[in-house]
């Protein structure tokens, strides 16, 4: 198959690197400000699974390398390394079977529409913790969202899949047909060797109430707050989420420059607004003194959730964002990330450490292998190019400081860029299975990825 019959035969759109309008389109391509050095040769938007299945074997039929794109999201750009990008945000059906509790869900739907259409009827599902993001790479790497620890990584919500494989067939995914394909897609990320156009995943029912609660500390008291948090979630039900973020005081408090502090925020996603009261109440009632701020009990629906969370991660900026698992000392991650917050070159950059209850959902065997009582993640946001450098260099050495308490990476959030770091996104036992179903679904190598992402524009490790 060539060029000219892949146009004539898809219902969406071909573009290639010679039309005028190729290299805006790829910028368009990717969510972070931080483009990719290398643009592809191809750009097909799909209409339809058929367009995924041709633009496939085109790719197979010409000996070039495809990827699929999302949203865009991920923060090293790595959707459009390939020679063929295979655009999948248009496939968004999202179809509600109420009698099963299951749904059916194009990779283009997004996080916050989801949320809104289940409410509405009286469902949920651990949706992302971003707005905008779509399901498509959200459950490939794994999907850490809202209430994962009462239901669990997302990821394993998916009951089954409609894949389209390195050859262009369509293949039907589920517990009992293909177990290795639903293995790898619980969690392979950009290792994965096909592309998901429909996702069928078990749902929940909603909590009747989310509510949440803070308390803003000074960075003094990063181990005081540690040491608390630690003591409470030993004791917290799986239904309460609590996280510390660490960012620069709001405008409105007319903070010194380069100042910051840290927000425990405690949200639960519970039966009843008594029983949220009551865990609030439970969860900061030994809280360290000390709080500059203390926010009581509000509600928080997940658009709520979703406005609070949006104003931190404005679109346009240029990004880099690095994560890990950990079951060290929460504590030690909080000292460590405060002392090296106050070195930030760009005072939009932000930190979270997350931590789990010990009734929080265990995960189950899949490529998703790597997890740990604490989760920690670095949001280095900065305008310029010429700050590139600078930004990237301290992300590195913040989470280079945290690698000895870590358990390994969260794929959908890592550094991928940065080379001959001691942890990655899979367990040695995963990494060696998916290599093995790699090479036997995709011997030619069709969904490898081109060297050279946004690492061309980045400093060494």
């Given at each position: 198959?060539?060029?000219?019959?892949?146009?004539?035969?898809?219902?969406?759109?071909?573009?290639?690197?010679?039309?005028?309008?190729?290299?805006?389109?790829?910028?368009?391509?990717?969510?972070?400000?931080?483009?990719?050095?290398?643009?592809?040769?191809?750009?097909?938007?799909?209409?339809?699974?058929?367009?995924?299945?041709?633009?496939?074997?085109?790719?197979?039929?010409?000996?070039?390398?495809?990827?699929?794109?999302?949203?865009?999201?991920?923060?090293?750009?790595?959707?459009?390394?390939?020679?063929?990008?295979?655009?999948?945000?248009?496939?968004?059906?999202?179809?509600?079977?109420?009698?099963?509790?299951?749904?059916?869900?194009?990779?283009?739907?997004?996080?916050?529409?989801?949320?809104?259409?289940?409410?509405?009827?009286?469902?949920?599902?651990?949706?992302?913790?971003?707005?905008?993001?779509?399901?498509?790479?959200?459950?490939?790497?794994?999907?850490?969202?809202?209430?994962?620890?009462?239901?669990?990584?997302?990821?394993?919500?998916?009951?089954?899949?409609?894949?389209?494989?390195?050859?262009?067939?369509?293949?039907?995914?589920?517990?009992?047909?293909?177990?290795?394909?639903?293995?790898?897609?619980?969690?392979?990320?950009?290792?994965?060797?096909?592309?998901?156009?429909?996702?069928?995943?078990?749902?929940?029912?909603?909590?009747?109430?989310?509510?949440?609660?803070?308390?803003?500390?000074?960075?003094?008291?990063?181990?005081?707050?540690?040491?608390?948090?630690?003591?409470?979630?030993?004791?917290?039900?799986?239904?309460?989420?609590?996280?510390?973020?660490?960012?620069?005081?709001?405008?409105?408090?007319?903070?010194?420059?380069?100042?910051?502090?840290?927000?425990?925020?405690?949200?639960?996603?519970?039966?009843?607004?008594?029983?949220?009261?009551?865990?609030?109440?439970?969860?900061?009632?030994?809280?360290?003194?000390?709080?500059?701020?203390?926010?009581?009990?509000?509600?928080?629906?997940?658009?709520?959730?979703?406005?609070?969370?949006?104003?931190s991660t404005p679109k346009g900026?240029?990004?880099?964002?690095?994560?890990?698992?950990?079951?060290?000392?929460?504590?030690?991650?909080?000292?460590?990330?405060?002392?090296?917050?106050?070195?930030?070159?760009?005072?939009?950059?932000?930190?979270?450490?997350a931590l789990y209850s010990p009734l929080a959902?265990?995960?189950?065997?899949?490529?998703?292998?790597?997890?740990?009582?604490?989760?920690?993640?670095?949001?280095?946001?900065?305008?310029?190019?010429?700050?590139?450098?600078?930004?990237?260099?301290?992300?590195?050495?913040?989470?280079?400081?945290?690698?000895?308490?870590?358990?390994?990476?969260?794929?959908?959030?890592?550094?991928?860029?940065?080379?001959?770091?001691?942890?990655?996104?899979?367990?040695?036992?995963?990494?060696?299975?998916?290599?093995?179903?790699?090479?036997?679904?995709?011997?030619?190598?069709?969904?490898?990825?081109?060297?050279?992402?946004?690492?061309?524009?980045?400093?060494?490790?």
């Amino acid at each position: 198959m060539d060029y000219a019959l892949l146009k004539r035969r898809i219902r969406g759109a071909a573009i290639e690197v010679f039309d005028p309008e190729h290299r805006s389109l790829c910028e368009d391509l990717i969510w972070n400000g931080r483009k990719p050095a290398l643009k592809p040769r191809y750009v097909v938007r799909a209409a339809c699974v058929e367009d995924v299945q041709l633009a496939v074997r085109f790719a197979a039929a010409n000996g070039l390398t495809a990827s699929p794109r999302g949203g865009g999201h991920h923060f090293t750009g790595i959707a459009l390394n390939a020679d063929v990008v295979i655009d999948v945000g248009g496939l968004d059906h999202l179809q509600v079977d109420l009698p099963s509790a299951t749904a059916a869900l194009g990779p283009g739907v997004t996080n916050t529409r989801l949320a809104a259409a289940l409410d509405r009827q009286g469902l949920a599902f651990p949706v992302g913790h971003c707005a905008t993001v779509p399901l498509s790479g959200y459950l490939l790497g794994g999907g850490v969202g809202w209430n994962s620890g009462e239901w669990g990584i997302a990821c394993f919500s998916v009951i089954g899949a409609d894949v389209v494989m390195a050859d262009g067939e369509l293949v039907h995914v589920a517990e009992d047909n293909h177990p290795d394909i639903l293995w790898a897609l619980r969690g392979a990320g950009p290792e994965f060797f096909g592309i998901v156009v429909n996702y069928r995943v078990r749902l929940q029912p909603a909590p009747k109430a989310i509510m949440t609660s803070v308390r803003v500390y000074p960075p003094s008291e990063a181990r005081k707050v540690g040491e608390w948090a630690e003591l409470a979630m030993a004791c917290a039900p799986a239904h309460l989420e609590f996280t510390v973020k660490i960012s620069a005081p709001p405008p409105e408090a007319n903070a010194p420059a380069g100042a910051f502090v840290l927000a425990a925020i405690a949200t639960v996603f519970s039966k009843s607004e008594r029983d949220a009261h009551q865990v609030l109440d439970a969860f900061f009632a030994k809280a360290p003194d000390g709080a500059v701020q203390s926010v009581d009990v509000m509600p928080t629906p997940f658009g709520a959730l979703y406005d609070l969370t949006s104003v931190s991660t404005p679109k346009g900026k240029r990004y880099a964002v690095d994560t890990l698992w950990s079951d060290g000392s929460f504590s030690e991650i909080l000292t460590t990330l405060a002392a090296h917050y106050g070195a930030r070159p760009s005072l939009d950059s932000f930190a979270l450490a997350a931590l789990y209850s010990p009734l929080a959902n265990r995960p189950g065997d899949a490529a998703f292998s790597r997890i740990g009582k604490a989760f920690a993640s670095v949001y280095t946001i900065w305008d310029g190019e010429g700050d590139d450098e600078a930004n990237m260099s301290w992300l590195r050495q913040t989470m280079t400081a945290l690698e000895p308490l870590s358990t390994g990476t969260y794929v959908g959030e890592s550094d991928l860029e940065r080379s001959g770091r001691p942890v990655t996104p899979h367990s040695p036992s995963a990494a060696l299975k998916l290599a093995t179903l790699k090479a036997r679904h995709d011997p030619q190598g069709l969904f490898q990825p081109r060297t050279g992402t946004l690492a061309a524009h980045s400093p060494a490790a």
